[in-house]
């Protein structure tokens, strides 16, 4: 079982930057794709961005050129940098696996307002 603990959210204006990171414990976190996910109130779980375990890349159109995902599998981490953050942006953030999920962390709160 992978428990999965994210950090680093915060209220920040349009326009800023913030950096995400998911701690997975667990010796195996590095075979396994990782990804962002993310809920807006009112709003279902959506993918972000996921990273496989070679560090190939893919985002949702609405981050892309903005969010950068990447992981450091000596680490078990997984972090998101996010550019040019958007009111739309607002919402918690999670990581879980991309094909295989374990049990939802608390997620980090990401508020983007002015």
């Known amino acids: 079982q992978v428990q999965l603990v994210e950090s680093g959210g915060g209220l920040v204006q349009p326009g800023g930057s913030l950096r995400l990171s998911c701690a997975a414990s667990?010796?195996?976190?590095?075979?396994?794709?990782m990804a962002w996910y993310r809920q807006a109130p009112g709003k279902q779980r959506e993918l972000v961005a996921h990273i496989s375990n070679s560090g190939t890349t893919n985002y949702a159109d609405s981050v892309k050129g903005r969010f950068t995902i990447s992981r450091d599998n000596a680490l078990n981490t997984v972090y998101l940098q996010m550019n040019s953050l958007k009111p739309e942006d607002t919402a918690v953030y999670y990581c879980?696996?991309?094909?295989?999920?374990?049990?939802w962390g608390q997620g980090t709160q990401v508020t983007v307002s002015s």
């Open positions: 879980n696996g991309r094909f295989r999920t374990w049990d």
């Open positions: 667990g010796s195996i976190f590095s075979i396994y794709a």
